[in-house]
């Protein structure tokens, strides 16, 4: 999944690569780690101009994943990177991606954290 990422979305992934090196070290592989280091680099991006189609995109793109992936995969993609996702992203910031993000990984993060971000 890492590598499928980073050939559908290299912007995305190199700076993932970049923040994941800074607080976890470049020997660490432990997937879940690096999506929820992708999460992080996502909520950065939240309410950027021009990030809205990007995110919209990569949410499709964990949402196939999960739908087809194993259940590793769907462990990773729900404790590493939707349990991560709008952590500290104000609410005013986090309105409009909420709406994009699709329903199975809504219900994800409904299930962590009780509530939406907003």
């Given at each position: 999944?890492?590598?499928?990422f980073c050939v559908s979305?290299?912007?995305?992934?190199?700076?993932?690569?970049?923040?994941?090196?800074?607080?976890?070290?470049?020997?660490?592989?432990?997937?879940?780690?690096?999506?929820?280091?992708?999460?992080?680099?996502?909520?950065?991006?939240?309410?950027?101009?021009?990030?809205?189609?990007?995110?919209?995109?990569?949410?499709?793109?964990?949402?196939e994943k999960y739908k087809?992936?194993?259940?590793?995969?769907?462990?990773?993609?729900?404790?590493?990177?939707?349990?991560?996702?709008?952590w500290e992203v104000p609410?005013?910031?986090?309105?409009?991606?909420?709406?994009?993000?699709?329903?199975?990984?809504?219900?994800?993060?409904?299930?962590?954290?009780?509530?939406?971000?907003?």
């Amino acid at each position: 999944m890492y590598e499928d990422f980073c050939v559908s979305f290299p912007e995305a992934g190199q700076a993932t690569d970049q923040r994941h090196a800074e607080f976890f070290g470049v020997e660490d592989d432990t997937p879940i780690l690096w999506f929820e280091s992708l999460a992080i680099v996502l909520n950065a991006q939240m309410g950027a101009q021009g990030k809205g189609p990007e995110l919209a995109a990569i949410f499709k793109f964990f949402e196939e994943k999960y739908k087809s992936g194993s259940q590793e995969i769907r462990k990773t993609i729900d404790a590493g990177f939707v349990e991560n996702l709008f952590w500290e992203v104000p609410p005013s910031r986090a309105e409009p991606v909420w709406a994009s993000l699709p329903r199975v990984l809504q219900h994800l993060y409904l299930g962590f954290h009780g509530r939406p971000p907003i």
